[in-house]
C-alpha cells in the first residue's frame, strides 16, 4: 500500500504562486510515475501534471509554461510549483501514483483546496 498526502493548497490573488506538496509512504518500490490531478466544481477530474520515475514530465495544455512538477527522491515528496495563478485553476487538487504503469494511478491522496481570486 501506498499512503499520499497532500499539502500547501489555500487561497492565493490571481498572478501569485502556490507549492503543492504530496508526501508519499508506503510500499514504494513499484511506483513508476506520481503525478497531480484536479476537480473544479461541475467538472470532471483532470490531469495537471505528471513525473515518471525517469523525470520524464508531462502537463496539460492549460498550465504548461506556468505549473512546474518536481520530485525529491530522498525525501519520497513530489511538488507542483503554480505560478500566475488564474481563477480556472481554483479545484481540489489530487496527487496520485501509478504502481501498474500505463498511467492507471492507482493511489491517491484527500486533496487539497485552491482557490485563486480574480
Known amino acids: 500500500q501506498v499512503q499520499l498526502v497532500e499539502s500547501g493548497g489555500g487561497l492565493m490573488q490571481a498572478g501569485g504562486s502556490l507549492r503543492l506538496s504530496c508526501q508519499a509512504s508506503g510500499s514504494l518500490s513499484r511506483i513508476n510515475a506520481m503525478g497531480w490531478y484536479r476537480q473544479a466544481p461541475g467538472k470532471r477530474r483532470e490531469l495537471v501534471a505528471i513525473?515518471?520515475?525517469?523525470?520524464?514530465?508531462q502537463y496539460a495544455d492549460s498550465v504548461r509554461g506556468r505549473f512546474t512538477i518536481s520530485r525529491e527522491n530522498g525525501k519520497n515528496t513530489v511538488y507542483l510549483e503554480m505560478n500566475s495563478l488564474k481563477a480556472e485553476d481554483t479545484a481540489v487538487y489530487y496527487c496520485?501514483?501509478?504502481?501498474?504503469?500505463?498511467?492507471?494511478?492507482?493511489?491517491w491522496g484527500q486533496g487539497t483546496q485552491v482557490t485563486v481570486s480574480s
Open positions: 513525473i515518471t520515475i525517469l523525470g520524464t514530465t
Open positions: 496520485c501514483a501509478d504502481s501498474r504503469g500505463g498511467g492507471a494511478y492507482n493511489y
